[in-house]
Every structure is written in structure tokens, then in C-alpha cells.
């Protein structure tokens, strides 16, 4: 059974930080590219970061300077660290998994809720 974890949300203030992590089971977790998405209410999923197998890096615009993604391919775990938190950062965080070369054979996460505010 494909699992995938996230953990790490919470409330903080504007300029504070926070760790998500997104454990992996089930699956040859270093097959996986790896993103993180969010999602507002109401609002679609954006991509946020993404990390692939072979570790190519990038970001949205918005978190470009602020977020950092890593994986651990021993661990079968994907981090984000957030730092300089803001606001608009407001949203749940989905982690996803997608095979390097099966086409739509991808997984989710359940979501974890990151709330910026004073």
C-alpha cells in the first residue's frame, strides 16, 4: 500500500519558519520525482517546488529565495524548509510523487495546513 505522509504544518507568524516532511512507503521512492503543491480553498493546486530523481530543483516564482526542497532517498522522505513566512504563504500542503518514466502513475498525500499569521 502507497503511502504518502506529510507532516510539520502549524500556525506561524509572518517572517517565521517552518519545516514540512513528506515520508514515503510502498514505493522505490527514488524512482519518484518529487513536488510539493498548495492549495487554497476554493483555489486550484499550485506547484510549489519540485525535486527530481536525479535532483534537478526548481521553485514558483513567489518562494524563489525563501524555500528550500531536499529529499533523502535512504529516509524515502521529501522536506521542505520554509523560511521568511508569509501571509499569502496561507495554505494546505500536499506532497506528490510521480514516476520518472510511467506515465500518470503518480501519488498524493493527504495535506498538511500551514497558517501564516499574527
Not at 500542503?93 to 503518480?106: D, P, R, S, T
Request: with cysteine.
Amino acid at each position: 500500500q502507497v503511502q504518502l505522509v506529510e507532516s510539520g504544518g502549524g500556525l506561524v507568524q509572518p517572517g517565521g519558519s517552518l519545516r514540512l516532511s513528506c515520508a514515503a512507503s510502498g514505493i522505490i521512492f527514488s524512482d519518484f520525482d518529487m513536488r510539493w503543491y498548495r492549495q487554497d480553498p476554493g483555489e486550484q493546486r499550485d506547484l510549489v517546488a519540485m525535486i527530481t530523481t536525479g535532483g534537478t530543483i526548481d521553485y514558483a516564482d513567489s518562494v524563489k529565495g525563501r524555500f528550500t526542497i531536499s529529499r533523502d532517498n535512504v529516509k524515502n522522505t521529501l522536506y521542505l524548509q520554509m523560511n521568511s513566512l508569509k501571509p499569502e504563504d496561507t495554505a494546505v500542503y500536499y506532497c506528490n510523487a510521480k514516476h520518472k518514466l510511467i506515465i500518470n502513475l503518480q501519488y498524493w498525500g493527504q495535506g498538511t495546513q500551514v497558517t501564516v499569521s499574527s
